[in-house]
């Protein structure tokens, strides 16, 4: 299924932020973006990294300095940009993290990697807070893209759902609050971000 130890980084950054009122990428982190702090968490810990992109984000200011994987499909939220990362590079397994999560750590991936499974087409983490898997800070393994697929077929596009009716290998997180993430003006003012001038 793919060369065991290739693994790249995709950066979830398709969304619209409707909830948020302005780009989520773009929210201010000690004078850098979430987005670039994501990518450089990832770069650090993967053969190669991207962003994944809508068609019309491809080209604005906070993505275009980075290399990208642009959705080749539409109206399927974060699956998106996973499906169309793992039909462009189908050889290797991928480290999916949403750009929203301020408190990821290095510490977080590298425990994730360490236990990836080797048969079990998504590794992912537990939450917090319900014990259902958290599909945004996940590896997909190559050839998963079949298991997705046929979800897909069945009318199910949530990758939550997808993970929890799967073989899934489930981890308990290291740091409880790595992958809290931000959605709305509320969760931004209680959090370590804020918004970029």
Not at 19 to 42: C, N, T
Not at 51 to 80: C, N, W, Y
């Amino acid at each position: 299924m793919g060369e065991r130890g290739r693994l790249y980084g995709l950066v979830l950054a398709g969304g619209r932020s409707r909830r948020m009122g302005h780009d989520k990428a773009s929210l201010d982190r000690e004078g850098q973006s979430q987005l670039h702090f994501v990518f450089s968490l990832l770069q650090e810990v993967t053969d190669q990294t991207f962003v994944s992109t809508r068609v019309d984000q491809a080209d604005d200011p906070e993505r275009q300095g980075f290399p990208k994987i642009v959705d080749r499909h539409e109206d399927m939220g974060p699956l998106a940009g996973i499906l169309s990362a793992l039909e462009t590079h189908s050889q290797v397994d991928w480290l999916v993290v949403a750009c929203d999560l301020p408190n990821l750590d290095r510490q977080t991936l590298d425990f994730l990697i360490e236990n990836r499974s080797s048969d079990k087409p998504f590794t992912a983490y537990r939450s917090s807070y319900d014990g259902l898997p958290e599909p945004l800070c996940a590896i997909y393994r190559s050839g998963s893209d079949v298991t997705i697929r046929a979800f897909v077929d069945d009318g199910i596009d949530c990758p939550r759902k997808m993970l929890t009716r799967s073989e899934s290998e489930l981890l308990d997180q290291p740091n409880p609050t790595a992958l809290d993430n931000i959605n709305t003006p509320d969760d931004l003012a209680n959090s370590i971000l804020r918004s970029a001038p």
